[in-house]
């Protein structure tokens, strides 16, 4: 089977038009919900996936709200509430230089430029001007890293491996 990607979980209804709440996990939204778009929707106890086309896309406050074509009203789409929509691996676009998927960092090891490990990220953050990358250390809090060029000196998605050089008070 081919590999998927987890762009968005279906956290409730909207409406009676047969739209849905999603809470998104991709990184390139636009392209992903676009009209056409094929997704998969993962739901629990079932073992195969439903294909979706999106019909339309909006957001709204702090989600996202998609149609699909051939569902209609709130009754087609009620079960399909705590669903995971997935992209297929062939359906990713080949990225510009220096750019990444998300699936890609999560869970790369974080190092200092002197080698000290730091610990992995386990989320990303896209509060506006700039990615921000989560790392959980082994002991202490976690720690917010900017995805900028004056910080982030190495990425290696082979390695699973990131080398940063922190600036003044990132660390503390």
């Known amino acids: 089977m081919e590999k998927m990607y987890n762009v968005g979980k ?3 209804t909207h409406g009676l038009m047969g739209e849905v709440r999603v809470i998104s996990r991709t990184d390139f939204k636009e392209a992903r919900y676009e009209p056409g778009s094929q997704l ?3 739901r629990k106890n079932e073992k195969e996936p439903v294909t ?3 019909k339309s896309h909006r957001t709204h406050k702090n989600f996202d709200l998609l149609t699909f ?4 009203g709130i ?3 009620e079960n399909m509430k705590e669903g995971l929509l997935k992209v297929s691996e062939k359906d990713l676009d080949e990225l510009e230089e220096n750019a990444f998927y998300f699936h890609e960092i999560i869970g790369c090891t974080v190092y200092k430029t002197d080698g000290t490990e730091l ?3 386990t989320e990303i953050l896209t509060p506006g001007a700039n990615d921000v990358w989560v790392v ?3 002991k202490g809090k976690e720690l917010l890293i900017p995805y900028i060029a004056d910080v982030v000196k190495n990425i290696d998605v082979q390695k699973k491996e990131i080398v940063i ?3 003044e008070g990132l660390l503390d």
């Open 10 to 12: 279906i956290v409730n």
């Open 40 to 42: 998969f929707l993962f």
């Open 52 to 54: 979706l086309i999106v």
């Open 69 to 72: 074509e051939g569902y209609n």
């Open 75 to 77: 009754n087609q789409v």
């Open 119 to 121: 610990g992995k990220i």
């Open 136 to 138: 959980k250390q082994e």
């Open 165 to 167: 050089e922190p600036m």
